[in-house]
């Protein structure tokens, strides 16, 4: 650039920052389309935001790939010289998207991914709790706060000290100062966010088992459509990740099976494993002994699961959220999404498949080998009525999507999964989608502490048996917790009624859940499809079906 770096917003830079946002786009986790092959990238806004040192912006634009639809994404940047330029380069050099050379003054500087700069968080906050809209080139910044902001605001003021996490997620999260949290939305689309729509629906009626809503910035383009940028909450202190609370409880049951007498080791119980998850039958001793106290932890969450569906579908005059009946027109239309599923990520693991390891390519060539089996399994959906309602779900419920909380639980993240359009995340389903999808997180979580272990562990024992054990754990664990969910919702119309129809929904919504995360770790994390794979044998086994 000549004069100044946000010269790259205009002209000839723009095009240059275009082409390094292309190259550097697939090294980010929440850049959704790694497995696609980019054609351009196109730049319409960029906003400045208010802040206190470097000039700001945020960038919105659009990815259009070879083939398929194209994707929009927002990206906040800056551009830091001298020690701030060493200080991003040291701690955040993935966040660099390109270098700039200014020739009047022959400084060099770094342009960055700026959720990083307290600056930025600064004002992102302060935009929302003032609710000052922004003007843009084709649009307009419009924040909103709620009571839980505006007493933060008189209580402790907005010089919050902001820390942005360094997990590799869908979103970007920043934390200020253990008072609120922020998601940062990458890929957005026209419409609200689940995440945004549901806080508000369960903050206006008092849920207290998720965060309550404090505030939220949305863009609206020039045809007023809104788009949803951020999310911001409360934060609740004091709590932990369930998901790695989880893995010690795996940890600990797999050392007390590794103590246990040669036969009792080699043989677990695995043989009622299939009849277990909706068998109404006392669970045998000898299991809670090793498994231990998770296994109240598992019908907390049960509870908290039927307590947040319940609110969900508790407002008839609220069109969004106001349960509506199955049909056969949508069970139809789920039986041809789940086809279209399984046959786009079973045809991206035929695509993928070379690149694999030899054993994860002998798993690939099993689950392939099983389309026409998934296929016949889902058409169960539409072999006979369902006499249920649908209602607004979570959306994207697993292990990773509830903090513990003391003895409890709190329920978070309602964006809904990340590969699927709005539309479909904002459209009603079974309530069992969101109990299928904790139930396969518990699978999955049995199989990844087992992917874990130090060698020794095990040492004696097959890979079969270690198996058998991470299926024994799930399914005892998962029954505990579908019981206590099925005891709490009682006779909720969200519920097929007769058991026969609650096991084909459930298997369905198992499957499905199976089918997607295959595609998302191929797209995301293929050094854990090893896990997904095993996941969705343990479902599709014959000999003990689920």
């Not at 292309?22 to 054609?39: D, V």
């Not at 993935?94 to 003054?105: F, G, N, T, W």
């Not at 999964?417 to 109990?435: F, G, T």
Request: aromatic content about 8%; overall charge neutral.
């Amino acid at each position: 650039m000549a004069r100044d770096w946000v010269e790259v917003l205009e002209g000839r830079g723009l095009a240059s920052l275009a082409s390094a946002l292309q190259q550097w786009l697939p090294t980010r986790r929440w850049f959704r389309g790694k497995a696609r092959t980019i054609e351009s990238v196109g730049i319409f806004e960029h906003i400045s935001v208010p802040t206190e040192g470097e000039k700001t912006f945020l960038l919105l634009f659009r990815v259009n790939y070879i083939e398929g639809d194209s994707e929009m994404y927002v990206l906040p940047i800056a551009c830091a010289f001298g020690r701030r330029a060493e200080s991003i380069a040291g701690k955040w050099p993935q966040l660099i998207v390109a270098q700039v050379a200014l020739k009047r003054s022959r400084k060099i500087g770094l342009l960055y991914d700026a959720i990083v700069s307290r600056e930025f968080c600064h004002a992102l906050l302060t935009l929302m709790a003032q609710r000052h809209k922004i003007e843009g080139h084709r649009g307009e910044l419009e924040p909103e706060s709620t009571g839980v902001l505006q007493r933060i605001r008189r209580e402790q003021g907005l010089e919050i000290k902001p820390k942005v996490s360094k997990a590799e997620q869908s979103n970007s999260s920043i934390i200020y100062d253990s008072s609120v949290i922020l998601k940062f939305f990458r890929r957005i689309e026209p419409g609200v966010n689940p995440e945004l729509e549901i806080e508000r629906f369960l903050s206006a009626r008092n849920f207290s088992h998720s965060p309550r809503l404090a505030g939220a910035l949305e863009y609206h383009d020039d045809g007023d459509r809104a788009s949803t940028l951020a999310v911001l909450t409360s934060f609740i202190p004091g709590c932990h990740d369930a998901w790695e609370d989880t893995l010690q409880a795996l940890n600990r049951f797999y050392q007390q099976v590794g103590r246990l007498p040669g036969k009792l080791r080699l043989a677990p119980p695995v043989s009622q494993a299939g009849s277990a998850l909706l068998s109404r039958g006392p669970l045998p001793q000898p299991p809670r002994d090793l498994i231990g106290s998770y296994l109240q932890d598992a019908k907390t969450l049960g509870r908290r699961t039927a307590s947040l569906h319940l609110a969900l579908a508790s407002d008839p005059s609220d069109p969004a959220f106001r349960a509506e009946p199955w049909n056969p027109a949508a069970q139809q239309s789920m039986f041809e999404s789940l086809r279209d599923l399984t046959r786009h990520d079973l045809q991206l693991l035929r695509q993928r498949g070379p690149t694999l390891s030899p054993d994860s390519q002998a798993l690939a060539q099993r689950v392939m080998a099983l389309e026409p089996l998934i296929l016949r399994r889902f058409e169960k959906i539409i072999q006979q009525p369902i006499a249920a309602e649908r209602i607004r779900t979570h959306g994207d419920f697993h292990l990773g999507q509830v903090l513990h909380h003391g003895s409890d639980f709190l329920i978070i993240d309602f964006e809904g999964e990340p590969a699927i359009s709005l539309e479909e995340r904002r459209s009603k389903q079974s309530a069992l989608r969101d109990v299928a999808g904790m139930i396969y997180s518990f699978f999955y979580a049995a199989n990844a502490a087992l992917q874990k272990l130090p060698r020794t562990q095990f040492s004696r024992v097959r890979s079969e048996i270690q198996a058998d054990w991470a299926r024994y754990w799930s399914v005892r664990v998962g029954a505990a917790f579908l019981r206590t969910y099925l005891e709490t919702a009682g006779t909720a119309p969200f519920l097929p009624t007769g058991e026969l129809a609650m096991k084909i929904m459930l298997d369905v919504e198992l499957l499905r859940k199976a089918i997607y995360e295959l595609g998302y770790e191929l797209n995301n994390r293929p050094d854990w499809i090893n896990v997904s794979f095993r996941v969705l044998l343990d479902l599709l086994d014959s000999e003990n079906p689920l």
